[in-house]
């Protein structure tokens, strides 16, 4: 039989799992957002207006950069490039501080 022993994670460890799990939180936020949109969500309930609110600062300077003419398409991708952009820098910090 063999006996496993579990180690005791580095706080580098720990700290790299804590900002890939903000990195994805950040980008779950902005697709919500995406799908809300792309349902036809009403915009004057108040959890579509809290999401919003969370949406908006998060997609920094990503609404706006790319003017597709449809407005559900320009969401999906710029709000989608907001939610890449997030799992990217969230992947980079991770890995620079496991290091």
């Known amino acids: ?3 496993r022993r579990w180690a005791a994670s580095s ?4 700290a790299a799992r804590v900002i890939t799990g903000i990195g994805a939180l ?3 936020i902005e697709v919500v ?14 959890f579509f207006v809290f999401v919003k ?5 998060l997609a920094l300077f990503f609404p706006g950069l790319f ?3 449809n407005y559900n398409l320009s969401v999906i991708v710029n709000y989608g490039l907001a939610a890449v952009f997030w799992i990217v820098v969230a992947g980079f910090l991770a890995r620079v501080i496991s290091r």
């Open 1 to 3: 039989m063999t006996t």
């Open 11 to 14: 706080g580098r460890g720990t």
């Open 26 to 28: 950040f980008a779950l």
């Open 33 to 46: 957002y995406i799908l809300m949109i792309l349902f036809g969500a009403n915009q004057a309930n108040s």
């Open 53 to 57: 609110s969370l949406a908006a600062p």
């Open 67 to 69: 003017d597709l003419g």
